[in-house]
């Protein structure tokens, strides 16, 4: 006799049947834990990032072009064992043009900004940083180290971090730790008379909590808190002088939502920060992340920054201030605000996947959420353009 | 594993599939090299070798998980299933049919007994002379492993067998479900009946090749532990459970039961099931009749 049997399985409700399931459900190869990466993904990344010219009547004279970089960035991800990955990391940098060197009144008694050197700066920065994961049934831990070089920084860094699943993977639980410490030591700095050598050092702790609310969509928030101490000043600058030490707070919030009609997925996030500085700032940004079949990708983006100054922030360098008194024309701690938008074009063709994305930045101080008080020369306008490569293998 | 193996897969080329599957046996390959109890160099063979050390020996997070559902096979099963039982076989040489002797049997039966064993998280203690064997466990949740792998690389449709344990990683791409045959025992071109599976995993247990003959009695290869004796209950079972892992801790302790017990217990579990029984009547339920 032959029987044939069509099994439809539906959960049993036996008790021992129950019993059996979970311990085998537990059991590492079946359960629905983290696992690290099966495949080994090499990445290549181009960047290029041009801040507009400045206009004459920002700089009565000399150099008008601003910083120009281009980024290389390689990355190496790969499964080592049956529990644990590795990476590694390598950037280059080569910069090239002129920074504010010091404000100053112009002839309309508006302030003005005039840029470092006829000839401009050209730098470079490699940085090479190795780093591990460990994947736990629930969870996983990382830590990472890290050298960087340029001609006149140095920075040695590294990081722990891990995070843990609760409520049958709804939750996630992160945390982490990083410390670096930089040594600083600016080029030509006896003949303009610039410090020599200087040293800061930075440890930052985060904490994350992601919540996957149900099948579509789901929320994080996460805190980290940043300590800063040694030199903090602009050393290229005239007349720069900051506190030795920084607090900096920063709260991140961020909702996605998959839409299943449209096939996209929609990101929300709003992020504030706050230093002792006196910076506060608030970041919002929203993205759409529609898919085009099952290999193209299409992300518009738009984001909205605005912050306040630093207390000692000034737009015009007053000289006759003792050097014992905080004070700097660095744009970056005035009022003001941003708006930016771009795209990226995600195509995905399995072992390949390559991904353009281009960005306009403008910094105003119109933009500003916070009142202006001294608007600040220089601001920044950029264009942003990369083009990555991913491969597995 | 010493039988036979079989991996299908559809992906999107061959050199997709080529790739996955050398990962899918490298996977089966590492369990059975971790797991298996005739490799000298198997970290099981490690954990056997420790017995009677006082420390014990240190196991990873996957060895616990597998001593866990051990225990949870035995505590389901009142003491039947027992993975210590391992030195009972070694006595019984099916090969020559000979039967050991009740001082044998009595030795090795102070040898073995899940409870005797302790292990916190890390650490196994085994008592002296006890053996480890994870046979109707390991080649199971082989399966269900390879089957899961196979889906995080992407893999939709794909059957896995290893030596007549199934695990599905999806139907059959036009959605059909897979034909598994069940051989009947010692008859080895007979089909005893056929299982379509969609989803989960089917094992089987049985006197298929190894079993003994006393008195005009069968006796399969596995060993109960209350005896001393192999069990002369059902010849053969096929359970299809949603993991492999399961229908092959059910199936063994169904062989482990007196024959009127084990349907029962088949019954209950809720499962669909083919057995044969020990006067060769193919039976079970959750199956359509096919004769």
């Given at each position: 006799m032959q029987l044939a049997a069509h099994a439809t399985l539906k959960n049993s409700d036996s008790a021992n049947i129950i019993a059996l399931s979970s311990t085998a459900l537990a059991l590492p190869g079946i359960a629905l834990a983290d696992a690290p990466p099966t495949q080994s993904t090499a990445s290549y990344k181009l960047s290029n990032y041009q801040e507009d010219d400045l206009s004459r009547s920002e700089v009565p004279?000399?150099?008008l072009n601003r910083y120009d970089i281009d980024v290389h960035q390689f990355q190496l991800v790969a499964p080592m064992g049956r529990n644990m990955s590795v990476h590694v990391d390598a950037n280059y940098e080569s910069l090239s043009g002129a920074s504010p060197w010091f404000t100053s009144v112009g002839l309309d008694g508006k302030p003005v900004v005039n840029l470092s050197g006829a000839s401009g700066i050209s730098d470079s920065r490699s940085e090479l940083s190795v780093g591990t994961r460990y994947y736990l049934d629930n969870g996983s831990f990382a830590g990472n180290i890290g050298y960087s070089e340029e001609n006149d920084y140095r920075a040695v860094y590294f990081g722990l971090n891990g995070e843990r699943h609760y409520n049958d993977d709804l939750t996630t639980l992160a945390g982490g730790f990083s410390y670096s410490s930089d040594d600083i030591f600016p080029t030509d700095a006896a003949l303009f008379n610039r410090v020599r050598d200087e040293d800061k050092r930075s440890s930052s702790v985060f904490v994350s909590l992601t919540q996957i609310i149900n099948q579509v969509s789901s929320f994080q928030t996460a805190l980290s808190f940043t300590e800063q101490s040694g030199f903090l000043s602009d050393p290229y600058k005239l007349r720069d002088v900051r506190p030795e030490d920084k607090t900096q707070i920063a709260w991140s919030n961020s909702y996605r939502r998959f839409f299943v009609a449209a096939n996209a997925a929609l990101h929300v996030n709003y992020r504030f920060y706050h230093d002792d500085f006196g910076i506060n700032s608030h970041t919002s940004d929203v993205s759409w992340h529609q898919n085009l079949g099952r290999q193209f990708q299409i992300v518009p983006q738009l984001r909205y920054y605005s912050q306040s100054a630093a207390d000692f922030f000034t737009n015009v360098d007053d000289f006759l201030n003792p050097l014992s008194e905080y004070q700097s024309s660095d744009y970056r701690l005035s009022a003001f605000g941003a708006i930016s938008g771009g795209f990226s074009l995600i195509a995905d063709m399995g072992s390949w996947k390559a991904t353009l994305t281009a960005e306009r930045y403008l910094a105003n101080d119109k933009y500003s959420a916070y009142d202006i008080s001294q608007p600040s020369t220089a601001l920044v306008k950029y264009n942003r353009l990369s083009l990555g490569v991913d491969f597995s293998f | 594993m010493g039988s036979f193996c079989e991996i299908q897969i559809f992906a999107e080329s061959r050199i997709d599939a080529k790739k996955i599957l050398s990962r899918l046996t490298e996977e089966v390959a590492r369990l059975e090299k971790k797991y298996s109890r005739f490799r000298n160099d198997s970290f099981l063979t490690e954990i056997n070798r420790s017995a009677g050390r006082k420390h014990g020996i240190e196991i990873d997070s996957e060895t616990q998980s597998l001593l866990d559902h051990a225990k949870n096979c035995y505590e389901t099963s009142d003491g039947l299933f027992d993975v210590t039982a391992a030195t009972l076989s070694q006595i019984w040489d099916f090969k020559n049919a000979q039967i050991p002797t009740q001082a044998q049997i009595d030795a090795a039966q102070t040898t073995l007994g899940f409870h005797k064993i302790s292990w916190s998280d890390s650490r196994l203690r085994l008592p002296p002379n006890m053996q480890i064997d994870f046979g109707g466990i390991v080649k199971e949740y082989a399966a269900d492993s390879v089957a899961r792998l196979a889906r995080n690389l992407g893999v939709n449709n794909g059957l896995v067998n290893l030596g007549g344990d199934f695990s599905v990683i999806g139907a059959q791409p036009d959605n059909r479900p897979w034909s598994t045959g069940i051989i009947a025992p010692d008859r080895e071109?007979?089909?005893m009946a056929k299982i379509d599976l969609l989803q989960g995993g089917l094992a089987s247990s049985g006197d298929y090749e190894r079993f003994f003959m006393h008195k005009g009695k069968r006796y399969s290869h596995i060993m109960n532990p209350f005896t001393g004796w192999p069990c002369a209950g059902l010849r053969a079972v096929s359970v299809a459970a949603n993991l492999c892992t399961v229908a092959g801790s059910v199936a063994t302790i169904a062989m482990l039961k007196d024959e009127i017990v084990a349907k029962q217990w088949l019954l209950d579990s809720g499962l669909p099931h083919v057995y044969m029984d020990s006067r060769q009547t193919v039976g079970g339920t959750g199956i359509n009749a096919n004769s």
């Open positions: 004279s000399g150099e | 071109r007979d089909i």
